[in-house]
T-cell receptor
Framework: KAGVTQTPRYLIKTRGQQVTLSCSPISGHRSVSWYQQTPGQGLQFLFEYFSETQRNKGNFPGRFSGRQFSNSRSEMNVSTLELGDSALYLC????????????FGQGTRLTVV | EDKVVQSPLSLVVHEGDTVTLNCSYEVTNFRSLLWYKQEKKAPTFLFMLTSSGIEKKSGRLSSILDKKELFSILNITATQTGDSAVYLCAGLNYGGATNKLIFGTGTLLAVQP
């Protein structure tokens, strides 16, 4: 079955703009989590959605937001982009909410100029 | 604050060598320890360890968890150039409304022919 699909793969935006990233989880998976990966900070948890509800949120400013649709697809939005938002954004899907392995998508490489 | 520390940060070995990668964790509501391999973009799932002292094996890779010492190791025997990657470990913080992976910064493994 298909893996986790993230779109777009690459994105270049200007400071101050906003961006929306999309993630389609593995079929049947209802939990979607988002992570930001940078060389300095590694992989950091952004938020997790389950059944269209945000269950967890990491330590990121309110400019970072997300949502999940009834088909479990998720989007994350970053408003008022800053240079420091340049990163690889990864989403992971899991079949249940606890104690199951999370599978990652290929990520979206966001560059803010 | 939740913390996962991996060592060494990087490692260079020759094909055929055996390597041991280390991961220590301090994670609230710890449920499981996960290992991933990251080559280009998406971290690919290797192991999830929930019980202490039970070794998991997959081909030349094996891993074990020590919940008393808050420690896990990943062993790779008879290394090949295709094993070159960043190996990430993550502690699953799960409790109540929380469900998130806390990642270490990774171990960069380079296998030379």
């Amino acid at each position: 079955k298909a893996g986790v699909t993230q779109t777009p793969r690459y994105l270049i935006k200007t400071r101050g703009q906003q961006v929306t990233l999309s993630c389609s989880p593995i079929s049947g998976h209802r939990s979607v989590s988002w992570y930001q990966q940078t060389p300095g900070q590694g992989l950091q948890f952004l938020f997790e959605y389950f059944s269209e509800t945000q269950r967890n949120k990491g330590n990121f400013p309110g400019r970072f937001s997300g949502r999940q649709f009834s088909n479990s697809r998720s989007e994350m939005n970053v408003s008022t982009l800053e240079l420091g938002d340049s990163a690889l954004y990864l989403c992971a899907s899991a079949s249940r909410t606890a104690n199951t392995e999370a599978f990652f998508g290929q990520g979206t490489r966001l560059t803010v100029v | 604050e939740d913390k996962v520390v991996q060592s060494p940060l990087s490692l260079v070995v020759h094909e055929g060598d055996t390597v041991t990668l280390n991961c220590s964790y301090e994670v609230t509501n710890f449920r499981s320890l996960l290992w991933y391999k990251q080559e280009k973009k998406a971290p690919t799932f290797l192991f999830m360890l929930t019980s202490s002292g039970i070794e998991k094996k997959s081909g030349r890779l094996s891993s074990i968890l020590d919940k008393k010492e808050l420690f896990s190791i990943l062993n790779i025997t008879a290394t090949q150039t295709g094993d070159s990657a960043v190996y990430l470990c993550a502690g699953l913080n799960y409790g109540g409304a929380t469900n998130k992976l806390i990642f270490g910064t990774g171990t960069l493994l380079a296998v030379q022919p």
